[in-house]
């Protein structure tokens, strides 16, 4: 990690929770029966709702990489070297799994 990156975490990590405060203090107390929070709750909040909803360190595929949509070139290139009749179990076992196409 360079010097420069080094603290160029901090920063954006402060001002993400300054962020959240005022987005909390300012729209959830008025429209949910929710209290006003302080810098540090916020923190916590930001933190704990990454480790549960995000990749808190990112996943080998993104990180220092730009993200890329789509699966991981292991992925497309075994996709590549499948038959037609691979590729149709493969979607039927997909929809039967998540009952999406």
């Known amino acids: 990690m360079r010097p420069k990156q ?17 987005l909390w203090n300012n729209v959830l107390v008025d429209v949910a029966p929710v209290n006003r929070i302080h810098f540090m709750q916020a923190a916590g909040i930001l933190v704990l709702s990454r480790m549960l909803f995000g990749r808190f360190l990112g996943s080998s595929y993104y990180i220092g990489r730009k993200c890329r949509f789509g699966p991981p070139p292991h992925v497309r290139e075994k996709w590549m070297t499948m038959s037609d009749e691979e590729r149709q179990k493969f979607r039927e076992a997909w929809k039967r799994r998540t009952g999406r196409s």
């Open 6 to 22: 080094f603290y160029l975490f901090p920063l954006i990590f402060l001002l993400a929770s300054l962020i959240v405060m005022v």
